[in-house]
T-cell receptor, first 113, second 114 residues
Framework: AQSVTQLDSQVPVFEEAPVELRCNYSSSVSVYLFWYVQYPNQGLQLLLKYLSGSTLVKGINGFEAEFNKSQTSFHLRKPSVHISDTAEYFCAVSYQGAQKLVFGQGTRLTINP | EPEVTQTPSHQVTQMGQEVILRCVPISNHLYFYWYRQILGQKVEFLVSFYNNEISEKSEIFDDQFSVERPDGSNFTLKIRSTKLEDSAMYFC????????????FGDGTRLSIL
């Protein structure tokens, strides 16, 4: 079955600290991988995507993610977070041949001053 | 930058009533989607729509649900007879021609069934 797991439902960090949000997906031949961010009372905004090529992808707001095929992971990282990064982050996967996105449960990132 | 827009932002409806959620996808996009997120749960796929017909749907998308693109700009989701468990945030998304293009989401409609 196609599934996406975000291992942490909540991640509290201090401002200017690094953060990693974890995402694992069920194995498949070919996938496209995405991270979306949802700020309070807003919709889902694309942070970054992995389609092919370099396994390290850079997105908006200083975020990056690394695709690891052997681990079936696509963890999201930022070296130094800001208060404005407080939001819910969703990992999503598009499996080959399917149009839909399969989402993880989301990780709520809380930044403490 | 072009956006997906959804109306209304919040809809309150009595159980058993019909409700129509509206979306205006990005103008040159060809694929359209509805997702929902029940409070505290993950975002779930409902249906995808291409070339004026449903291309894929989930088990959630039963006979109570329908989608329509009544004109060149709107994309609607209708729930015929709402149930309490239909209460959720409903997101519309659209995508360009190619499968490796990302889906762009609207801000959602919060549907509350009383």
């Amino acid at each position: 079955a196609q599934s996406v797991t975000q291992l942490d439902s909540q991640v509290p960090v201090f401002e200017e600290a690094p953060v990693e949000l974890r995402c694992n997906y069920s194995s498949s031949v070919s996938v496209y991988l995405f991270w979306y961010v949802q700020y309070p009372n807003q919709g889902l905004q694309l942070l970054l995507k992995y389609l092919s090529g370099s396994t390290l992808v850079k997105g908006i707001n200083g975020f990056e993610a690394e695709f690891n095929k052997s681990q079936t992971s696509f963890h999201l990282r930022k070296p130094s977070v800001h208060i404005s990064d407080t939001a819910e982050y969703f990992c999503a996967v598009s499996y080959q041949g399917a149009q839909k996105l399969v989402f993880g449960q989301g990780t709520r990132l809380t930044i403490n001053p | 930058e072009p956006e997906v827009t959804q109306t209304p932002s919040h809809q309150v409806t009595q159980m058993g009533q019909e409700v129509i959620l509206r979306c205006v996808p990005i103008s040159n996009h060809l694929y359209f989607y509805w997702y929902r997120q029940i409070l505290g749960q993950k975002v779930e796929f409902l249906v995808s729509f291409y070339n004026n017909e449903i291309s894929e749907k989930s088990e959630i998308f039963d006979d109570q649900f329908s989608v329509e693109r009544p004109d060149g700009s709107n994309f609607t989701l209708k729930i015929r007879s709402t149930k309490l468990e239909d209460s959720a945030m409903y997101f519309c998304a659209s995508r360009g021609q190619y499968s490796n293009q990302p889906q762009h989401f609207g801000d959602g409609t919060r549907l509350s069934i009383l």
